[in-house]
């Protein structure tokens, strides 16, 4: 339904005013995505992408063991990958007995009440040791994980404490203290004494050759006689350096990915947020668009009624002097006694008037019809757009075919997308044709306008299709704009029809 094609030849002022509002749209030489997807505010959305950009690109000691696997070991990267799990290997530990000994001592005392602000603690202790972790991310990580808390600027103690327990964030952080950081800190641990290890065995053949006489065993149970049979252990040493190397590597990028899994910032840490920004921001869309229609309704009923009254009424004016002129009544060519022109002169003022009347009342019409086309309410989109095309002065093609009544909110900014493009294609593509394809597939309208004009779109010259991709974005649609120089210009609107 609501297939067909439509074309229209006037170029009055009125009927380009009635496509919609003039932007500048035709001047750059790009293809650029206008809206996207929302669910979200902005700042709050960016905050949240922080998190999701850290944890999905690569950590910067792995890409630098992948671009040099053969000298890595021999790297500053390497030195600064056994200092973090060095001091990730006392911090865990320390933090481990600490905590041991908090829940103890609170579960021991928890029966006479003073355990509990004890473990209370040993619940917010992932706080301190998230800080902490993160801040040392900072000697392998040149970008630092973001904190995923919220700030509380003015808030008291209590209701700091409050928000800190009900935040994902805190359990999170003592997940990774309580059950991650224990067993890597054990990992670290050991990795650190198997590089002193094999630095010792580097140096073997020094260390026999110190203290000999003495027997000196390197293993237990075989004796080395001399500096030259501990060359084999010096050997072992550098291999086990080499490979306690790459080993320290790997364990550190599972270090950085875990802190940013579970230290970094979430989507859903701000859901609550987003959620009720995305509500608010819909909730102004429909009171904007209420609006809209209390206006065309006042100036439907009202100053457009008034002006068709007045009309009228010059109209009937106009036929009195016209009878009495015709019957020779007053003095056609003099004036009247009042020193005003007699009714010849009166009747060309009275037809003025009624032509300025029917000019005003097209006019206010046509940003009637702007504002929110009647049309649009009662017969939906396609009749809407066949309507535009009609008064279009480029000649339009419309191919819809919707199932049916589309929601009231996808159907206007469909409606505004197809007359917004019309208004540019008319005014600054210096097109000849223009075409307005949409279906209704996988549950989303894909709408397209196509003109054969002279390209060169640019959507950020003019503040029209801006404010189209934000009530796009409402709807988690998206707006594109294809536009090469030369052309075509492709307009492509798609947004789900749940509204």
Not at 157 to 173: D, F, H, S, V
Request: glycine fraction near 12%.
């Amino acid at each position: 339904m609501g297939t067909g094609r439509a074309t229209a030849e006037n170029t009055g002022a009125g009927a380009t005013g009635a496509v919609g509002a003039p932007s500048s749209f035709l001047s750059a030489t790009t293809a650029v995505v206008v809206g996207a997807a929302v669910g979200d505010s902005e700042a709050v959305r960016a905050a949240g992408a922080v998190g999701a950009g850290d944890r999905s690109s690569e950590v910067a000691v792995l890409a630098a063991l992948r671009a040099r696997p053969l000298r890595f070991p021999f790297t500053r990267d390497s030195l600064r990958c056994w200092a973090y799990l060095s001091g990730g290997a006392v911090l865990g530990l320390a933090t481990t007995v600490l905590l041991l000994a908090l829940t103890a001592l609170g579960l021991g005392l928890s029966v006479v009440g003073v355990g509990l602000p004890l473990l209370l603690a040993v619940a917010l202790s992932g706080l301190p040791a998230g800080a902490l972790e993160r801040r040392l991310l900072r000697l392998v990580e040149p970008e630092q994980v973001p904190d995923p808390h919220r700030a509380l600027p003015g808030a008291g103690r209590p209701a700091r404490l409050r928000t800190r327990l009900r935040e994902r964030a805190t359990w999170r952080e003592l997940a990774h203290t309580l059950l991650v950081a224990p067993p890597l800190a054990a990992a670290g641990l050991g990795l650190t004494a198997l590089l002193l290890f094999s630095a010792t065995l580097v140096v073997s053949p020094v260390v026999v050759q110190a203290l000999a006489p003495e027997t000196v065993m390197l293993i237990p149970g075989h004796a080395v006689p001399g500096p030259l049979h501990a060359l084999p252990f010096t050997a072992a040493g550098l291999a086990g350096l080499y490979l306690g190397g790459h080993a320290g590597a790997l364990l550190t990028t599972a270090h950085v990915r875990l802190a940013r899994l579970l230290l970094g910032p979430r989507e859903e840490d701000s859901g609550g947020t987003v959620l009720e920004l995305t509500r608010s921001r819909a909730r102004l869309a429909d009171a904007f668009e209420a609006e809209r229609r209390r206006i065309e309704r006042d100036l439907h009923d009202g100053a457009q009624q008034q002006l068709v009254a007045l009309s009228m009424t010059l109209g009937l004016a106009a036929h009195e002097l016209r009878g009495h002129v015709d019957s020779g009544g007053g003095d056609a060519d003099g004036a009247d006694a009042d020193g005003v022109d007699g009714p010849a002169g009166a009747l060309v003022l009275v037809d003025r008037a009624r032509g300025e009347a029917r000019q005003a009342l097209e006019q206010l019409r046509a940003l009637v019809r702007g504002i929110h086309p009647q049309v649009l309410t009662d017969h939906g989109l396609a009749a809407a757009v066949a309507e535009v095309a009609l008064r279009h002065p480029v000649p339009v093609e419309v191919d819809l075919d919707l199932p049916g009544r589309l929601p009231g909110p996808v159907e206007t900014t469909a409606y505004f997308t197809v007359t917004e493009a019309l208004t540019n294609a008319a005014k600054h593509s210096g097109a000849t044709a223009v075409t307005v394809h949409g279906r209704v597939a996988d549950g989303r309208l894909v709408l397209q306008v196509t003109d054969d004009g002279r390209g060169g779109a640019d959507p950020a010259a003019g503040a029209g299709l801006q404010g189209l991709a934000d009530r796009v974005a409402i709807l988690r649609g998206r707006l594109m704009v294809t536009s090469p120089t030369g052309g075509p210009t492709r307009l492509r609107l798609e947004v789900p029809c749940s509204g």
